[in-house]
């Protein structure tokens, strides 16, 4: 059964750090893998998708990293800041529907 | 449209009555999903529609709760007799492949009281 862990749950940065967040998964067989971000209240917004070919892709500050073989994909924000204040998801999508892990919640202080 | 449309985007209901929650998906796209997130929880499977293929419902929490979907358009879940840990964000989206992204929609925040 397909588990999704997300590392840290919790991360609290100054302003203009850069910062990791770290996602693994137990079964390889997937189609892709997308990073979400939720804020409070709302729904869910794509940042990143991440086909099982590929093993990165890049969105201005944001650089996310697939590692199939190991069950491991990295999101990585450069210079953070305020507005990136949020919850942040990893999903893996094997045949069907997506599954997420529980999110890192991320604070960026000015 | 340009994206997933929810509606209505919050509804308050009394327990026991009947509720329907609407998903119009993106243009195309051929898979739908729908989602439950309850308060401070992570995002919980209810059930996935892909063209004209039986729906996969294993998500489906009780009989209470069903969902339709005419061909590749609107799909509506409906809840029966409502209870008040039904109470949730209930969110949708839509994919246009098997291995296409995901695009959410804002969600429709249910409240039973």
């Known amino acids: 059964k397909q588990e999704v862990t997300q590392i840290p749950a919790a991360l609290s940065v100054p302003e203009g750090e850069n910062l990791v967040l770290n996602c693994s998964f137990t079964d390889s067989a997937i189609y892709n893998l997308q990073w979400f971000r939720q804020d409070p209240g709302k729904g869910l917004t794509s940042l990143l998708l991440?086909?099982?070919?590929?093993r990165e892709q890049t969105s201005g500050r944001l650089n996310a990293s697939l590692d199939k073989s190991s069950g491991r994909s990295t999101l990585y924000i450069a210079a953070s800041q305020p507005g990136d204040s949020a919850t942040y998801l990893c999903?893996?999508?094997?045949?069907?529907?997506?599954?997420f892990g529980k999110g890192t919640k991320l604070s960026v202080k000015p | 449209g340009a994206g997933v449309s929810q509606s209505p985007s919050n509804k308050v209901t009394e327990k026991g009555k009947d509720v329907e929650l609407r998903c119009d998906p993106i243009?195309?796209?051929?898979?739908l999903y729908w989602y439950r997130q309850r308060l401070g929880q992570g995002l919980e499977f209810l059930i996935y529609f892909q063209g004209n293929s039986a729906p996969d419902k294993s998500g489906l929490p009780s009989d209470r709760f069903s969902a339709e979907r005419t061909g590749e358009s609107v799909s509506t879940l409906t809840i029966q007799r409502t209870q008040q840990e039904d109470s949730a964000v209930y969110l949708c989206a839509s994919s246009k492949r098997a291995d296409g992204g995901y695009t959410f929609g804002s969600g429709t925040r249910l409240t039973v009281v």
């Open positions: 999903a893996v999508r094997p045949l069907g529907n997506l599954i």
């Open positions: 243009s195309g796209h051929t898979a």
């Open positions: 991440i086909q099982s070919s590929q």
